[in-house]
């Protein structure tokens, strides 16, 4: 005499075999997700890397060993590896940002590197000691800025004697950053025009603040 539910249908014993077999993925590993507005990571992509012409901007910005720069904005750091070259072992660079992301992602890049210091700033704040840097990089940067002239101002202090502020960007952005820095009391003492498609200028000083 059969007793209940003794029997099951065959095809729940199927699906319990197919179950038991049926291996376990692991998840699969989390990717960064991308960051908009911090720039990019030299060597990612190519054609933006021939736009950019990271060697040749190092170069004209004519740092010698033992500086100190700001990377103002540097986001992923696309220019801060080759600044930390640039300034040498006796020299420092520090980068900015205002993305906790970012600024987390270029710690880790730069984890080795003794004279990189990256640092969180407030926005429209530069964040920089008085009277300290050779060079100020601003690097696509000066369009997020709520006030360009009032930015520029700020950053007046922190230069020290003879200190260049270096701008680049898209060469469609060019006239706002010239009205700003001649408002905020800056001149263009030069410029390198043989970037692809971007614009690279120097501001120092003409006026007392």
């Known amino acids: 005499m059969a007793t209940s539910g003794a029997c099951r249908p065959e095809s729940d014993k199927t699906e319990r075999r197919e179950s038991a077999r049926a291996p376990v993925q692991a998840p699969a590993p989390e990717q960064p997700a991308p960051l908009h507005g911090v ?44 600044l930390s070259d640039a300034v040498g072992p006796k020299g420092q660079v520090v980068s900015t940002d ?6 987390e992602r270029l710690r880790k890049r730069v984890s ?11 926005p429209d704040v530069p964040g920089l000691e008085a009277g300290t840097y050779h060079l100020i990089l601003l690097s696509e940067v000066d369009h997020f800025l709520s006030d360009r002239a009032t930015f520029l101002t ?15 960007h898209l060469r469609a952005m ?6 700003a820095a001649q408002a905020a009391g800056y001149a263009v003492v030069s410029e390198d ?17």
Do not use: M, W
Not at 65 to 77: E, M, N, T, Y
Not at 98 to 103: Q, T
Not at 203 to 208: T, Y
């Open 154 to 168: 700020r950053l007046r202090p922190a230069l020290a004697p003879d200190g260049r502020i270096a701008v680049t």
């Open 39 to 82: 720039g990019g990571v030299e060597g990612v992509d190519a054609a933006y890397d021939r736009g950019r012409q990271p060697a040749r901007v190092i170069a004209a910005l004519g740092i010698a060993p033992g500086q100190r720069v700001a990377d103002i904005g540097a986001g992923l750091g696309y220019f801060t590896l080759r």
């Open 98 to 103: 205002i993305n906790d992301e970012a600024l």
């Open 174 to 179: 060019r006239p706002p950053l010239v009205a």
């Open 193 to 209: 025009t043989s970037l692809p498609d971007h614009y690279l200028l120097f501001l120092q000083p003409v006026a007392s603040p």
């Open 112 to 122: 080795e590197r003794k004279n990189v210091v990256v640092r969180k700033a407030a």
